[in-house]
């Protein structure tokens, strides 16, 4: 979700002029940027919709310090009239990292903290499960992603959970990464929260919702974006969430993560997001006025965290770096920046190439689709000179073969639910109370011929367990983000001590195992 999307399609384009039409037809001409936008954005994106089954989209260029196109297609809710618009609101997940490693940023440059200080420093009690690391861990450790956790290690339990973000970060001292620490990349949305954690310790209680109010969003007059998500389904023209995951196109329940705020809570629509880009490409300024100085914006590209160095086997891109809530790689001899941003039924990102004065971003309501990415390869493919390749055209059948492959193995587990095998125990013998070290207790109780499970982290979220053979069962979970897989019961002499669950990766990428009693 939160990238919660680390994902990289758009149909042949349908241009308006027959010069246009004839050059796109033409393998390794490239239609350049200002015209891409004007004769055929709408036709591409129009088609995209279809192809990928996706709702809604806004999309907002700048170029050269202003705005090129700033608007929205398609349905903020599927069956209903409303059109995306600029001013739609869209939960933009973890685009929201940026903010917070630029608040961070700004605090070095004005010496209330440096990005070299020990997290202990500003956190006395913080821990993390090595006392080794606890000791040497920095700020910019937290925002490189450097902790040798799991990328979404942990998310399970902190995601759209009822913790606070101090019950996070205290729980940070019971992950326990499967990597070294700053040896391996490992993308941490707790790490992110407990960054932003610190920033009230420096500046004398002022949290990082207000520091973000204070020092970005007022002065480029952000006044739609919000770093809250409580309270976002009651606000007017707002993209409500879908996903087609597992089955038809369904609506899905809104996130509720202010409990991660500094990692993904922002909600923006691309009328503000406009102003964000118009800073980011001059250096820190808005309308001639200083708003975020040099520095400060200088340091959030620098790269902490090395991801690749290897050639990219779609795009013109040979590296990849993390900096301060912000990728950046090669594109065709360019330097450009970006993050992504997932949140259940949403995916978007924003990117801008400082060199070209390029700002792109895109904001969807569909969850498992890649065409929020292949826009922006299409468009940066227009506006920095590449060969076109049609990008939707290229990343549809990725996207089409892992559906695929779901639905595939969602038949299989229906299959064995149906053969209404003989249970080897009673089903009374597998309900209870089990607990998992990190997560906490989960109860599963009986349920007809069903059980049910009852999350003490989640208490919107449930889960029916429908008995296949072995000692596995089906999960369904009633938020369908979280999947649909096998529940794997733990049995020893004929006594049920535990069960191992697991849950989409989008949200976490190990199973969790817990122990009866």
Sequence with gaps: MIARVLRTGLAATVFSATSLLASAQTPGVQVP???????????????GLKQWDLPGLAVVVVKDGKVVVAKGYGVRAVGKPEPVDANTLFMIASNTKLFTGTALAKLDDEKKLSLNDKVTKHLPDFQLADPVSTQLVTVRDLLGHHLGTKTFQGDFTFWSSNMSREDIVR???????????RQEYGYCNAAFLTAGQIIPTVTGGTSWDDYLQ?????????TSTSTRTRGFGQLPNIALPYSNGYGPLSQMPFDEIDNIGPAGSM??????????????LDSGKYQGQRVLSWAAVRRTRDANTLISTRKSSLLPSHYQTYGLGL?????????????????VGYVTNVCFVP???LGIAVLTNQDNQSFFEALRYQLLDSYLGMP????SKQLLPYSTSAR???????TELNARVAKKTKLPLNLQDYTGQYTHPLYGPITVARKGKQLLVSFNRHPSLTATLDYMDGQQFRCVYSNLSYGIYPADFKVESGKVTGLELRVNDFIEQDSYVFRKG
């Design 388 to 391: 076109y390749v049609d990008r």
């Design 404 to 410: 695929q492959a779901t639905l595939k193995n969602l």
């Design 171 to 181: 729980s940070m001292r019971l992950l326990t990464p499967p990597n070294q620490f």
């Design 267 to 280: 909600v923006s629509n691309v009328t503000d997001l406009a102003k964000w880009l118009q800073c980011q």
């Design 33 to 47: 940027g200002s015209r891409f936008v004007a004769d055929s954005l709408d036709a591409y994106v129009k088609r």
């Design 327 to 343: 990728l950046s790689a090669d594109y065709n001899g360019k330097q450009v920046y970006w993050h992504t941003g997932g949140a």
């Design 214 to 222: 204070q020092n970005m969003l007022q002065p480029l007059g952000m």
């Design 355 to 357: 060199e070209e004065r």
